[in-house]
C-alpha cells in the first residue's frame, strides 16, 4: 500500500514548528536546549513547549525564563507528557526533543526540506557528547533503516495533522512509547533519516559500563517484541542498569533510557 503523504504549510511565510520536550528534573539541561532551539530555529519557531512530570527541581522555573511555555503533565511518562504538550501546541508541525539532547542547527531546514520532499515523520542520526571509541559502534548504526536503530534520543518531527490521525502516543506504554509510535506511523507515512547527527548525552554509559547498556537495551527490545507487560519491562530494566543515579523516583520511569 502507497504511504500518506501530509504536507503541513510549507510557502513563503515559513511553517510553524512546535518543539514539544518532556522533563523530569533537567534544569541543568533545559535552559541551554531552549537556548539553542531559539538561536537556530527563526520566524518558524512557533514555540517552545516544556512538558513537566513535574520535576523535584527548578526545570520548570528556569524553562519558563528561558522563555518557554510550561505545562506539567497530569500524569508522569513521556507518553503523557508529550500527549499534552501535542494537545496545546500551536504549529504545523511537531518536533519532540529530550532535554538532554544538543540539537542540529539546521533542524529547521532539515524538517522543511524532508516535509517538502514528501516526508511526514522523520527524526536525525546522533552521536554522543563523548571522546570514547566503543560509543562509536553505537553511533554507526544510526544510518541503517531498522527499528533497533531508531528512539526518542534521536528527536522526532512530525506534521500535527498526521500525530492527530494517529491518536498520538499510546498511553499504555510507560517505556517504548518512541518504538510503538515510530511502527505505527510508518505504516502509513513516509518517514526520513536526515544524514546528520545530533548530539546526545552518554550519562548512562558513563555511570554503567557499555556493555550492561547494551545488554539492557537488548534484552529489554527482545522482551518488548515478545509481548512482554509494562511493568516486567521496567522491572527488568531497573534490575539490570543503576537508575538511581539519573534521579528516577520509584513511581516515574519517564526518563528511562529507550
Same mark, same amino acid.
Request: aromatic share 12%; glycine share 6%; hydrophobic share 35%.
Given at each position: 500500500m502507497e504511504k500518506l503523504? &501530509?504536507?503541513t504549510k510549507v510557502n513563503e511565510s515559513g511553517m510553524g514548528i512546535s518543539v514539544i520536550i518532556p522533563t523530569y528534573?533537567?534544569?541543568e539541561n533545559i535552559g541551554r536546549l531552549i537556548d539553542e532551539l531559539q538561536k537556530y530555529g527563526g520566524r518558524e519557531l512557533e514555540e517552545i513547549i516544556v512538558a513537566d512530570a513535574p520535576s523535584r527541581d527548578r526545570t520548570a522555573q528556569?524553562?519558563?525564563q528561558a522563555g518557554a511555555r510550561v505545562i506539567v503533565?497530569? *500524569?508522569p511518562g513521556r507518553a503523557f507528557q508529550m500527549n499534552a504538550g501535542a494537545r496545546i501546541a500551536r504549529g504545523d508541525v511537531l518536533y519532540f526533543v529530550h532535554a538532554d539532547v544538543r540539537i542540529h542547527p =539546521? +533542524? !529547521?531546514? =532539515? &524538517?522543511r526540506q524532508a516535509l517538502n520532499e514528501g516526508y511526514t515523520l522523520g527524526c536525525y542520526r546522533y552521536q554522543f557528547d563523548s571522546p570514547r571509541m566503543i560509543l562509536k559502534l553505537n553511533t554507526?548504526? *544510526?544510518?541503517? =533503516?531498522?527499528i533497533w536503530s531508531r528512539g526518542g534520543d534521536q528527536t522526532l518531527f512530525i506534521t500535527k495533522a498526521a500525530f492527530e490521525e494517529l491518536g498520538g502516543y499510546c498511553e499504555q506504554h510507560r517505556v517504548m512509547e518512541d518504538y510503538e509510535f515510530i511502527i505505527r506511523a510508518r505504516k502509513k507515512y513516509r518517514f526520513r533519516i536526515i544524514p546528520k547527527? &545530533? /548530539? !546526545?548525552s552518554a550519562r548512562k554509559y558513563e555511570n554503567n559500563s557499555y556493555l550492561r547498556v547494551n545488554y539492557a537495551n537488548a534484552v529489554v527490545m527482545w522482551m518488548y517484541f515478545r509481548g512482554a507487560p509494562q511493568q516486567k519491562l521496567i522491572d527488568t530494566y531497573k534490575s539490570l542498569i543503576n537508575t538511581d543515579? +539519573?534521579? /528516577?523516583k520509584p513511581a516515574d520511569v519517564s526518563k528511562l533510557p529507550t
Amino acid at each position: 500500500m502507497e504511504k500518506l503523504r &501530509i504536507r503541513t504549510k510549507v510557502n513563503e511565510s515559513g511553517m510553524g514548528i512546535s518543539v514539544i520536550i518532556p522533563t523530569y528534573n533537567e534544569e541543568e539541561n533545559i535552559g541551554r536546549l531552549i537556548d539553542e532551539l531559539q538561536k537556530y530555529g527563526g520566524r518558524e519557531l512557533e514555540e517552545i513547549i516544556v512538558a513537566d512530570a513535574p520535576s523535584r527541581d527548578r526545570t520548570a522555573q528556569r524553562a519558563e525564563q528561558a522563555g518557554a511555555r510550561v505545562i506539567v503533565s497530569e *500524569q508522569p511518562g513521556r507518553a503523557f507528557q508529550m500527549n499534552a504538550g501535542a494537545r496545546i501546541a500551536r504549529g504545523d508541525v511537531l518536533y519532540f526533543v529530550h532535554a538532554d539532547v544538543r540539537i542540529h542547527p =539546521d +533542524y !529547521v531546514l =532539515d &524538517i522543511r526540506q524532508a516535509l517538502n520532499e514528501g516526508y511526514t515523520l522523520g527524526c536525525y542520526r546522533y552521536q554522543f557528547d563523548s571522546p570514547r571509541m566503543i560509543l562509536k559502534l553505537n553511533t554507526f548504526f *544510526q544510518r541503517f =533503516d531498522r527499528i533497533w536503530s531508531r528512539g526518542g534520543d534521536q528527536t522526532l518531527f512530525i506534521t500535527k495533522a498526521a500525530f492527530e490521525e494517529l491518536g498520538g502516543y499510546c498511553e499504555q506504554h510507560r517505556v517504548m512509547e518512541d518504538y510503538e509510535f515510530i511502527i505505527r506511523a510508518r505504516k502509513k507515512y513516509r518517514f526520513r533519516i536526515i544524514p546528520k547527527n &545530533i /548530539i !546526545v548525552s552518554a550519562r548512562k554509559y558513563e555511570n554503567n559500563s557499555y556493555l550492561r547498556v547494551n545488554y539492557a537495551n537488548a534484552v529489554v527490545m527482545w522482551m518488548y517484541f515478545r509481548g512482554a507487560p509494562q511493568q516486567k519491562l521496567i522491572d527488568t530494566y531497573k534490575s539490570l542498569i543503576n537508575t538511581d543515579k +539519573y534521579g /528516577i523516583k520509584p513511581a516515574d520511569v519517564s526518563k528511562l533510557p529507550t
